[in-house]
């Protein structure tokens, strides 16, 4: 089995998702499940829907609706003038009456904007099947999430292998057309996995079903050694590990959502990176059992909006468990720490945030430490606004590679604020304005010299030959690769 899942702009109009649908019956024997994200925009105009209805705006509400309405329709007319529409029709009808729900009660709430901003996927679905039906391939439209979670909409493995199980049997012998992004909580509502979820939910759909492989189409040829609008001799990532492929994410790369390598990495369910647009181009194959280059710095990345949170204060010394209590305070305010800095015990602690929550993150450590800053332990909390995180990643990276980074940044006049140092990524703080020069000059003194360099490899199979472990997917992949 194969799980391809097709983005926005591979679903962006009636033309493309009928491309989309020859490249899934080009497939056809690999018994493909089809994940797709709502079309190019849709997301975020539903988001605009739900803002409005909670704002009472009837007659932005209204034009908001139709121009979603005329996209689906005319999508659909591109597709097939003859086929019958009759689902989607439903749906729309559906969309509309929620949206009239909200706007009569104003409703605000993350489960309304949810509830709504999940038709995006949930219309997709049957674009995409009618277009395979044009096609002359039957194919199962299935608009109710796949994906089950718990309460704070953190998946559950055996509830959604079961609902994954049950729907698949729903088929029959057409292919499976399921929603990405979209997820059930145990009372029924609808929740949402954030931004690039339909690459979150398309794995996790392959590790509950067993997938021999999960294909990600996106509007690039795989993963990137550098963003190339910054690095224009960027070059594509033939193989990565999952390790490497979740730092890219994590540290700024926007092909992958953060998460979405961690299901099939658990199961050793090899995952590709591919273009809608070039199907005809391998892409980057994302497998724990590859031919892992050893030493070599592999990718340089930028995370823009971070912002550093500071303790300052004489009495810092003495404020027990310190460290500690900063990272409890904003978890329980659901704020993420990027990365943090404690030079030594008792002195400069800091940790930086998404600005976006830089405030929240201020207001909780405030409470924290009200006694300590009553007392005169701390005398203040400090922000610093306008920063960033320059990532160099690889595989088992030494101290030639540190000091290489460390040159390349020096002869731009770059100081970073801080750094941390490991086996497989070296991140800097930077200055926003800087981080474009760092990733140009760590990419030109770092990673190009490795490109003229006999790479040093770790086989996990027999000379000349892929491993044992690669032939699921090698049996999808031969004729691309």
Known sequence: MLVMKFGGTSVGSGERILHVS???????????????????????????????????????CENQLAALINRHEDAARDISPEADWTKLNQRLEVLSAMAADALAKRDGSTAASDALVSWGERLAAPLVAG???????????????????????????EATRSLAEKTLALAGGGLLVAPGFIARMPDGRITTLG?????????LLAAALRADACWIYTDVDGLL??????????????????????????????????????PVARQGIPMRVRNTFRPDHPGTLITAHSRAQRGASQAVTGRRGLAAIALIGDGLPETPHMFRRMYQAMTRAGIESVLSAYPGAGYDPQVFVNAAQAA??????????????????????????????????????????????????????????AQTLGPSALSFVLYER???????????????????EPAVTVSCGSVGHAPDDEEPERRF????S
């Open 22 to 60: 020859r490249i899934v019956l080009a497939h056809r024997d690999q018994q493909p499940v089809v994940v797709t994200s709502a079309m190019s925009g849709v997301t975020d105009a539903l988001l605009e829907l739900a803002r409005s209805a909670a704002l009472g705006d009837a007659a932005a």
């Open 131 to 157: 277009a395979l039906g044009a096609l002359g391939q039957s194919a199962l439209a299935w608009d109710d999430p796949i994906i089950a979670t718990d309460e704070h909409a953190a998946p559950l493995t």
């Open 195 to 203: 931004r690039g979820g339909s690459d979150y939910s398309a794995t």
């Open 225 to 262: 050694s550098a963003d190339p609008r910054i690095v224009e001799r960027a070059r594509i990532l033939p193989v990565v590990s999952p390790q490497t492929a979740g730092r890219l994410s994590y540290s700024g790369a926007k092909v992958l959502h953060p998460l979405s390598v961690a």
């Open 360 to 417: 929240a993150a201020l207001e909780q450590l405030a409470r924290e430490y009200a006694s300590e800053r009553a007392q005169g332990q701390i005398s203040s909390i400090s922000i610093q606004q306008g920063l960033a995180l320059c990532t160099l990643i690889g595989e088992e990276l030494g101290i030639a590679a540190l000091a290489q980074a460390q040159q390349a940044l020096a002869a731009e006049a770059v100081m970073p604020l």
């Open 434 to 452: 800087d981080l474009e020069r760092a990733i140009r000059s760590i990419h030109r003194e770092v990673i190009e010299p490795t490109w003229h």
């Open 477 to 480: 992949a031969a004729s691309h």
